[in-house]
T-cell receptor
């Protein structure tokens, strides 16, 4: 049973650049959520995608955008990178329904210089 | 979603039971208690969740008080690999609608010692 996968594992960018992170959900799941985890903090919710649309959004600026594809995989895009965007970006997948337990991938470590 | 309070750190001897407390005194009737853990630099791992009954799975047991204001996660025989940050989360669930997302606090750093 394939779990949640994310790519790349690590990434280095410079300020002002744009980045795209990718996520493939656990087999059978149809919903993808993205979280940002700064060093020493708990993950913070960015947004969630279901049926190729953004279903919920946390308190993140419009520089953060996403997309979900028909095969349920998802991308997170961040424009105009800031030093403060350096973090571990986590993808979690779930199956829409009553409880929707979220299962996380290993994350992508982004460093902005 | 209700706020949860956890001790910042705990120690446990290898082979002994680890009991991790969580206070959620303002939890509402439609909020589940979820537990995740995060081993250094990895993604959070789902452990268990419950509403009001005690729950057990292959990883842990979850004991929720009758008034639902607190709960305890029990790892029955802790090993060195259980060293991690453990997060207790109160999560609102809406039947038929969009579900509440996970609001992580700082969690409890559990250190299992030989």
């Amino acid at each position: 049973d394939a779990g949640v996968t994310q790519s790349p594992t690590h990434l280095i960018k410079t300020r002002g650049q744009q980045v795209t992170l990718r996520c493939s959900p656990k087999s059978g799941h149809d919903t993808v959520s993205w979280y940002q985890q700064a060093l020493g903090q708990g993950p913070q919710f960015i947004f969630q995608y279901y049926e190729e649309e953004e279903r919920q959004r946390g308190n993140f600026p419009d520089r953060f955008s996403g997309h979900q594809f028909p095969n349920y995989s998802s991308e997170l895009n961040v424009n105009a990178l800031l030093l403060g965007d350096s973090a571990l970006y986590l993808c979690a997948s779930s199956l829409v329904g009553v409880q929707e337990t979220q299962y996380f991938g290993p994350g992508t470590r982004l460093l902005v210089l | 979603d209700a706020k949860t309070t956890q001790p910042p750190s705990m120690d446990c001897a290898e082979g002994r039971a680890a009991n991790l407390p969580c206070n959620h005194s303002t939890i509402s009737g439609n909020e589940y208690v979820y537990w995740y853990r995060q081993i250094h630099s990895q993604g959070p791992q789902y452990i268990i969740h419950g509403l009001k009954n005690n729950e057990t799975n292959e990883m842990a047991s979850l004991i929720i008080t009758e008034d639902r204001k607190s709960s305890t996660l029990i790892l029955p025989h802790a090993t060195l690999r259980d060293t991690a940050v453990y997060y207790c989360i109160a999560r609102r669930l809406n039947y038929g609608g969009s579900q509440g997302n996970l609001i992580f606090g700082k969690g409890t750093k559990l250190s299992v010692k030989p």
